[in-house]
């Protein structure tokens, strides 16, 4: 009998939510860990920037989350781990503070 297995592979969704969790974890982090007010301009950035970040960060947990269930749970999929990354960018500021 020959045994079938299904090789996993990420969609471009799971891909770009990993991208999109990365990019927002970074933002957070460099937020809560230094001064972005130092210099007028990246200040500026960031408060055009701070809103929508606030708002990606439960929405993409959401979204990491929905798709992670739909793709069975696999250990391989990014969703899993942009959840992951997401929860540490969090929790870094505060165990570290």
Avoid: C, H
Avoid at 44 to 67: D, G, Q, R
């Amino acid at each position: 009998m020959a045994e079938q297995t299904t090789q996993f592979s990420n969609t471009k969704r799971s891909k770009l939510i990993f991208l999109l969790s990365a990019l927002v974890a970074v933002l957070w982090l460099v937020g809560q860990t230094t001064n972005v007010y130092r210099f007028a301009v990246v200040g500026v950035i960031f408060e055009i920037v701070w809103l929508p970040l606030l708002a990606a960060l439960p929405t993409l947990t959401i979204m990491a989350l929905i798709f992670w269930v739909k793709d069975k749970f696999n250990f391989k999929s990014l969703n899993l781990y942009a959840i992951l990354l997401i929860a540490a960018a969090i929790a870094i500021p505060i165990v570290f503070k």
